[in-house]
């Protein structure tokens, strides 16, 4: 008799599951990519970076952004908590809703939700962001990962 659950389930997750577990004295960074609303390429210019980089320094403080790139249809950061009383998913919904207030461009919407993973070691935090930084290289937007200008650090996060 077949059981109902297979041996092998598909691997991945059809819906981000959100809860990082931020453990006092040792550090908590999480990647986290946030999607435009139907992939729609807005993202990768001056004006998108300038206005959320601004939002990270001045408004969206309760996580601290560290490393950021953006691509036209998403954008990558990694964040650490500077307020426990906000969770990443708190801090995310603020800062995309304080970003579509200041911008009232019908294409320039954001997905529902966003994908976000702790990052464990510095090890694993150092290869997610060259693997990040390579994106642009991989889309062949730039002949050199170097030559993508939307990108920066808004924090120093320390491991």
């Known amino acids: ?6 041996i092998d389930p598909p691997a991945g997750r059809r819906r981000p599951v959100h809860g990082v577990r931020i453990d006092l004295g040792q550090p908590t960074i999480v990647f986290v ?3 435009a609303k139907d992939r729609r390429p807005w993202m990768a210019q001056s004006a998108v970076m300038n206005s959320l980089t601004d939002l990270w ?3 969206a403080t ?3 952004v560290g490393e950021f790139l953006l691509m036209p249809d998403h954008v990558h950061l990694f964040c650490a908590p500077r307020d426990l009383r906000f969770t990443v998913k708190q801090w995310v919904k603020f800062w995309k809703s304080q970003f579509s207030r200041g911008h009232l461009v019908e294409d320039w919407a954001w997905q529902d939700d966003f994908w976000d993973t702790r990052m464990r070691t510095a090890k694993q935090y150092s290869e997610k962001w060259l693997y990040v930084q ?3 290289l991989r889309k062949e937007l730039v002949g050199r990962m170097e030559d993508w200008p939307f990108k920066g650090r808004v924090h120093e996060l320390r491991w």
Do not use: G, I, K
């Open 134 to 136: 390579e994106n642009p």
């Open 62 to 64: 309760a996580w601290l």
């Open 33 to 35: 990519t946030v999607c």
């Open 1 to 6: 008799m077949a059981s109902q659950y297979p």
């Open 57 to 59: 320094r001045q408004e």
